[in-house]
Every structure is written in C-alpha cells, then in structure tokens.
C-alpha cells in the first residue's frame, strides 16, 4: 500500500518549548528559542516538528490546561513568534505540527469561569449532583489520572469531572459550542500556516451517559486499563471524523492521535480513513530491551497499522515517559541499548517521532522534592515523584548549567552537574556521539533506497529486512552476534571483529 503523503514516512521531532532553548533569559524556553536554534532541526535532518502547547494557559499542567486556544502564552512569546518560528521552518522544508488539547480545557478559561459563576451556564462542562447524605459524596467513583478523585465540589454543592487535574475541567464533547469552537482552533492555527496536529487524549473525551463506576482493582496512575469507562467510548469516533472534515480543507496538514488503547483493533479504529491520519503507538515505549519483547512490538504495531491501512508510528519516549536511556538501565549499558533501539526505530517503515534529548542521549534526572512540578507529586500524595525528571532543559554547551539553554542558571528545573559531555557542542562532529549517530541514521533513511517499501520480515530472532533492502540486526543478548553479509552502513557502537557486540545495533545491505 502507498502513502505519498509527507507525513507517511517523516521523522517528527518533539520539542517540550519550556526545555528547549531560552530566548529572553527568563529560564523557561520559548518560541524565539526554537527559532534560533533552526539550523540545528535542520542538520539533524528532521521533516516536521511537534511542538507540546503553547496557547495561554496558568501552566497547571505546562501548558495541556489552555485557557485561551487561539493565542500564544506570554511565556512562549506571541503569535509573531510563532509565525516566525513556522516561517523559518518551512524555510528549510521543516513541517510544524501543534498540540491540540480537546478533552479538557483549564478552569481559568472563560467558560468555566462563567460556569462556576452561574450553574445554568455548566452545560459544556461535565457537572452533576453528587450522592450520598447532602450529595457530598461525589457522582461516582472515577480517579484522576494523576491520583485522586476525578470530582471537584464546587461552593455551591455540585461537583465537576476532571480525567486530569481539578485545574483541567474535562469538556461535555455533547454540546455543540465544544465541537463549534474545536473548529475555530483548528482553522486558526492551519490559517496561520501550521501544518497539523497531535490530538491530546485522543481517547477521551465522549463519556458513556450513565458515567457508570470504574473498576479500582489494580489501577495505576498515568494508566487505563481496558474496558476503562473513562475512555475509549464509541462516541469518540464521531469526533474525530468531526475534525477530519475540517482537517480535509487543508490536504496536506496531519493529525496524530495520542490513543492510549488497548488492542490492536481497538487502536485501528482511530485510523480508519475519515478519522485521524496517524496515531501514536506506544508499545516500544511499553517493550524491554529483550529479542522478543521488541519484535513483538514491532509485529503487533504494524498488525495495528495495517488494520487500519495507515502508516505504523514509532516512538520511544516523549514527555509523558521515563528517557530510553534511563528505562533501559542507564549509565553506558542503558545508553549503548538507547542508541540501538535508534536504529531500530529509524529503520521501520512510517513515521518516526524523536523526543528532544533523545538525540543526545540523556538520561532521566533524578530531581530533588523541592522542584518538583508536575501535578502528579501532590496529587498522588507525593508518592509518584511525575514526570519532571524527562524535561529537564537540553544542555547546548559549556561545562556548566545551564550548559548554554538559557542566560541564567535559574532554569525552570535544575539542570544537573555532569552534563559537559552531552551538550551539541560536545558532541557535534564527534562520531562516536549520539548526536552524529541521529544525524547520520536519519540522512540514511531519508536518501537511501533501501529505507523503501513497508513490508518487514524477520530474517532471524533478531534481524529484519525491510522490502527496500535494509537488514536491522539488534543484539539483545550477551554475547556478540554474526552479521549477515554485506556492507554495513552504521552501527550503534564499534564492531568486535566484525561481530555485533550486545545491546548494539548495525544496518546492514
Ligand atoms: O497525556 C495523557 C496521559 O496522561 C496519558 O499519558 C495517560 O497515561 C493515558 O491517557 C492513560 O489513559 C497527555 C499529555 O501527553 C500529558 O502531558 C498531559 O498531562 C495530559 O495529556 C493531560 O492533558
């Protein structure tokens, strides 16, 4: 099957804007950051961009609580700053997608505002009575994906849903204004030149009627298991085919769900031709560094693409997640397996989604209490510490913090001793690095023939051959392993007497 459309086969680089580069030394990044630093986006040879939000928000969740969608936040600049970051992108043939928060907005926004104000306004939101003696017991027994109940009571009495934060009322997606708006901030970024979207939670936002009672056995934080009423609901589909219609007066902007689903059919139902074009699959996010696990991965990822006849997406981490590094063990084992599992990825066909830092291999950081940030902490009641540890800033250069990110130290979390070796100056030109293996492997797969087709086939417990040519071997295990014949075009470490060694990587044609 062929997708001749730019986003089938891109490489997508994920830029978390308060990690990135601080323009006005305020010691959160911003969008005049990002432009500065074009070159670099381009040397390292992506085609498209993923920004996480940046529309006005109080930053209860940086940024996924917006209050005003169609406007840029202070923090980040402003809608010039956009329009120049989009400009110098498309200058060197770099796409900018945005990200689109549709289950909820934040509680500072208008409309819940106006809601708390005035209950015969509470229509777009999801507020009922509660139960129990005075209804002080809320409406049923729904938790907040980042701990605690997923109900707020408000002074008067009623109670309002929120999946996220109490600051992130979820939206009622049965009210027309929801869907009326949603369009409005669809076409007011794809007007402005914006070439698509990541859709938050694509799997939430319809809600079954009856909000019946969840199962709590073995429930998790940042997790839903299956059946999970909170999301998933039928219904969902008929918004995404709504944003699909809207979508299809711009032909060449995407959209890219994030659907936390379980099974393949379920997932591919996302994709079907009038609903979103490609969707997140985070089952190599899921998978540890063993043979099986990854294949299985990898066959289970593309049985979910083809179901739908869309192109199969790869990502291995982003800013929801542990840093690769750090999953896979950290220090130069979890690095080395890192760097493999790069190759791996930038070898399967689709689209490939890199999380700013991963290019640079670093790891996870392990953050003090007093700077953690992430709602996560204090509503888990500081037993899950969140997920600050992978957005920590992206050290640039120098020695020392902020290792050129920003012009004061005082970044918005601390950057940590120790990074000297991992700035881009450091590693840039160094062909061992892990900057140069990024800049290298992506210039492979965008100018070689054998990155072509979309059949893979395993060839061995560890090696698959795309239909173009390409032969990826990953070595899983601990002792090294015979390469098949041909010319090695790179590796993910240094070959032992032309063996692979374990936990690397090497393409092969
Ligand atoms: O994430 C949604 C989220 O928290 C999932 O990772 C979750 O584990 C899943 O939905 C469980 O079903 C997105 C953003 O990526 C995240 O940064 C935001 O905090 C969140 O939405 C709320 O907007």
Redesign the pocket.
């Given at each position: 099957m062929h997708h001749p459309t730019w986003w089938s086969r891109a490489v997508f680089y994920q830029i978390y804007p308060r990690s990135f580069a601080d323009s006005n030394g305020d010691g959160v990044g911003d969008l005049d950051g990002i432009t500065a630093r074009m070159d670099y986006l381009a040397a390292l040879g992506v085609q498209a961009l993923w920004l996480?939000p940046v529309m006005v928000s109080p930053m209860a969740?940086?940024g996924?609580?917006v209050s005003d969608p169609r406007d840029i936040d202070p923090l980040f600049g402003d809608l010039a700053a956009l329009d120049g970051l989009v400009a110098a992108a498309h200058d060197r043939g770099i796409r900018v997608t945005m990200d689109l928060?549709p289950?909820?907005v934040s509680s500072a926004h208008p409309w819940f505002v106006e809601a708390l104000a005035d209950p015969s306004r509470r229509d777009r939101f999801i507020f009922r009575d509660g139960t129990g003696a005075d209804g002080a017991s809320p409406p049923n027994n729904w938790v907040s994906?980042?701990g605690g109940p997923a109900w707020t009571r408000v002074p008067d009495g009623q109670w309002y849903l929120h999946l996220?934060d109490s600051a992130?009322p979820d939206l009622n997606w049965e009210h027309p204004e929801v869907f009326a708006d949603i369009e409005a901030t669809l076409r007011f970024w794809l007007d402005r030149g914006v070439d698509g979207f990541r859709i938050?939670?694509a799997?939430?936002m319809a809600k079954p009627a009856d909000l019946p009672d969840m199962d709590l056995t073995e429930n998790r934080l940042?997790?839903?298991k299956a059946d999970?009423p909170?999301?998933d609901d039928d219904a969902v589909h008929d918004i995404h085919r709504f944003i699909r219609r809207v979508l299809d007066d711009y032909p060449d902007a995407v959209t890219v769900g994030?659907i936390?689903v379980h099974g393949n059919e379920q997932f591919a139902k996302y994709l079907r031709p009038d609903e979103l074009h490609l969707g997140f699959n985070f089952q190599l996010v899921q998978a540890d560094f063993a043979a099986d696990a990854v294949r299985t991965a990898i066959d289970n990822s593309l049985a979910a693409a083809a179901l739908a006849g869309a192109p199969p997406t790869w990502t291995l981490s982003?800013?929801?997640v542990v840093r690769e590094v750090s999953r896979y063990g950290d220090g130069a084992v979890g690095l080395a397996r890192a760097r493999a599992m790069a190759l791996v990825t930038l070898a399967l066909p689709g689209s490939v989604f890199v999380y700013n830092g991963a290019e640079l291999g670093l790891p996870n950081v392990d953050l003090p209490d007093e700077v953690l940030q992430d709602p996560v902490w204090e509503r888990s009641g500081r037993s899950e510490r969140g997920?600050d540890g992978c957005r920590v800033p992206i050290p640039w250069s120098g020695s020392h913090p902020p290792y050129g990110f920003a012009a004061t130290a005082d970044t918005w979390l601390p950057m940590p001793a120790g990074w000297e070796s991992l700035t881009v100056q450091a590693q840039s030109g160094d062909p061992s690095s892990t900057l140069e293996l990024y800049r290298r492997a992506i210039e492979l797969r965008s100018a070689r023939t054998e990155f072509s087709g979309d059949g893979v086939e395993w060839i061995g417990p560890q090696t698959f051959r795309r239909t173009g040519g390409l032969m990826c071997v990953v070595n899983t295990g601990d002792a090294p392993l015979p390469l098949p014949a041909g010319e090695v075009l790179l590796a993910s470490g240094p070959l032992a007497d032309g063996a692979l060694p374990p936990d690397t990587a090497a393409w092969v044609v």
């Open positions: 996480n969740d940086h996924y609580d928060v289950n909820h994906i980042f996220f992130q938050d939670v799997h939430g940042l997790r839903n999970d909170r999301f994030e936390w982003n800013h929801d997920r």
